[in-house]
């Protein structure tokens, strides 16, 4: 991605999600892999400018988003995606497209609820939105060690109006576009926790 100075990341992200909202609408076609990881490698910008309480989150979601993009290579579909670990009873195995999928998912929760958060709350501080974010999407699924981590990092975190800057986005256009990929997303994620839930893989692992 290019420089944050020159371009809309959060427009960028809004716009990505409600192509994706739209082909899940129409039931016309299946996610392919690749339109899925594109949007989700538009979100991994977000987690740095969160500074370093969410280093170790955007290390990992950007490592998974990756593997995602490479397996767009040979792919087609996020539900061909799935069916190729289950056929190869590699689910669960460390590294595997299927357990990525979830951690990126878990990615995307975390930023949706950041931004319903930021929405509803008031004061420059990000610390609140910030802390419940991490506490519902990833701490469940961390050791003591990295909440630990977090929590202190919690201190760091920059000013509402230092992140919306530095997305090039002023109160009401940050607004907009949240507002835009929580819906948008929440449709997503409903699709991805479907994809495993109806192949009883199971979401909380």
Known sequence: MGDLETEKPLRKIAEAF????A????QAQEVEVASFSHA?????????????????????????????????????TLQSLLERDINGNSVRKSGSHTRNLLRVRRGLDMVKI???????????????????AYELAL?????????KAVAA??????????????LNEDESSARL????????????????????LTRGLGIDW
């Open 114 to 132: 950041l931004f319903e958060q930021i929405l509803v709350t008031k004061g420059g501080s990000l610390k609140g939105p910030a802390s419940k």
């Open 139 to 147: 701490a469940p699924h961390h050791g003591w060690t990295i909440r």
């Open 23 to 26: 082909t899940i609408n129409s």
């Open 177 to 196: 576009q949240m507002q835009s990929y929580v819906a948008a997303s929440a449709t997503v994620i409903m699709y991805v926790d479907k994809l495993f």
């Open 18 to 21: 409600k192509e994706l909202e």
């Open 153 to 166: 990092g919690m201190y760091a975190l920059p000013i509402r109006e230092q992140l919306f800057n530095t």
């Open 40 to 76: 989700c490698s538009l979100v991994s910008p977000l987690f740095g400018c969160l500074g370093i309480a969410f280093k170790f989150a955007e290390l990992d979601y950007v490592a998974k988003v990756r593997d995602l993009v490479e397996a767009s290579k040979s792919i087609g």
